[in-house]
């Protein structure tokens, strides 16, 4: 019959109702989420990085295993008392996140693996109902005795690349003092 909706699948009880108009709307919608998260997905690149590979030519230090056997070391021997409740891995640099931590260059663990430097971001954060402070440390990219090496080998790299990477680390750090457990 003329103007009467078609019925998909051909059985009355088990179809459901359509139009071409329908069927046009529909498929214009899932045009536009596509476009939409096409767009998304862009905006996420720009705005947080495109995720770091592991090089297959990593520097033993850097690698999950170096960098927990580190953090092990760094906690025994100059922060007994801090708490480490999660490690990143996902893309270089592993980073750890640790509660009540001091300063990494004046930790012998930390500074025969990794020299002076460090990367870091703390705040404080509410743990049930006690403020603590969250540090997010990961190791820097080369390993400096002194600050004025650090700051020699600092403008070497491709600024592309220094960007991304800034943009890398914003996100995970963001992402992990979101996520990141208190200590127990």
């Not at 990143?88 to 980073?95: K, L, S, V």
Request: some cysteine.
């Amino acid at each position: 019959m003329a103007g009467t909706p078609a019925i998909r699948g051909g059985d009355v009880s088990a179809g459901t109702l359509a139009t071409p108009a329908c069927d046009e709307v529909v498929e214009d919608v899932r045009k536009e989420l596509s476009a939409a998260r096409a767009e998304v997905a862009s905006l996420e690149l720009e705005l947080y990085g495109e995720p770091i590979p592991w090089p297959h030519d990593v520097e033993p230090r850097m690698t999950e295993d170096a960098f927990r056997r580190t953090m092990d070391e760094v906690l025994a021997e100059c922060w007994p008392d801090a708490k480490m409740t999660q490690m990143d891995c996902a893309e270089p640099p592993c980073m750890a996140v640790l509660f009540d931590a001091g300063d990494p260059s004046d930790c012998p663990a930390w500074t025969r693996t990794h020299g002076i430097a460090a990367g870091m971001s703390t705040r404080p954060v509410d743990c049930g109902g006690e403020q603590k402070r969250m540090t997010i440390l990961l190791p820097p990219s080369g390993k400096y005795a002194t600050v004025d090496e650090m700051m020699a080998a600092s403008g070497k790299e491709d600024p592309a690349v220094q960007e991304n990477f800034t943009r890398r680390f914003m996100a995970r750090t963001r992402d992990l003092h979101l996520d990141a457990p208190c200590p127990e």
